[in-house]
């Protein structure tokens, strides 16, 4: 069974710039998480889907971070314009029930 | 949003002893705890999860879980140095399965 997609691995830009991360999870698994992990920290939660409604958004900055998951299966989120702060990992994660699997992830450096 | 707080570490051990790694969460009506590995450079890997008090071991890994106090822990037997590596404590909320991860403890096995 493929595990949970990502791309890209890693992207450098600039502050202000935009950027876009896209992740396709385990074919059939109906839920799709976004994280975010700073260098030390445990990931935090951005967002989550259930196919293709959000469930939880409370912790996405909506003024520059959007997602979305059209047709309840590959999920783009976006950061527009970026900040120096949002240097992390973006982690995606999909589950059927409360087991999640994770992506390889997205390195983001925003110089 | 429930913290999950983790003993930070580092944690030095040598091979072939044990391991014991602490979480303690703040949510009481937590159902699902998960503890997952985190090489450095690479996504969450899952390790193990526990729904009822008590102990499951699986392979050289126990995980134990005591509701009443709150608190779960990973048991790693036998160290090897293909165990160093962050492990993340994670923990879902009374109805949802949104996980909360701690900032996780960094383990090193010295051969």
């Known amino acids: 069974e493929a595990g949970v997609a990502q791309s890209p691995r890693y992207k450098i830009i600039e502050k202000r710039q935009s950027v876009a991360f896209w992740c396709n999870p385990i074919s059939g698994h109906a839920t799709l998480y976004w994280y975010q992990q700073i260098l030390g920290q445990g990931p935090k939660l951005l967002i989550q889907f259930q196919n293709n409604g959000v469930v939880d958004d409370s912790q996405l900055p909506k003024d520059r971070f959007s997602a979305e998951r059209l047709k309840g299966v590959d999920s783009t989120l976006k950061i527009q314009p970026a900040k120096l702060e949002d240097s992390a990992v973006y982690l995606c994660?999909?589950?059927?029930?409360?087991?999640?699997?994770f992506g390889p992830g997205t390195r983001l450096l925003v110089l | 949003q429930k913290e999950v707080e983790q003993n930070s570490g580092p944690l030095s051990v040598p091979e072939g002893a044990i391991a014991s790694l602490n979480c303690t969460y703040s949510?009481?009506?937590?159902?699902?705890f998960f503890w997952y590995r985190q090489y450095s450079g690479k996504s969450p890997e899952l390790i193990m999860f526990i729904y009822s008090n008590g102990d499951k071991e699986d392979g050289r890994f126990t995980a134990q879980l005591n509701k009443a106090s709150q608190y779960v822990s990973l048991l790693i037997r036998d160290s090897q140095p293909s165990d160093s590596a962050t492990y993340l404590c994670a923990v879902t909320g009374a109805n949802d399965y949104k996980l909360s991860f701690g900032a996780g403890t960094t383990v090193t096995v010295r051969a």
């Open positions: 994660a999909s589950s059927l029930r409360e087991t999640q699997y």
């Open positions: 949510d009481r009506g937590s159902q699902s």
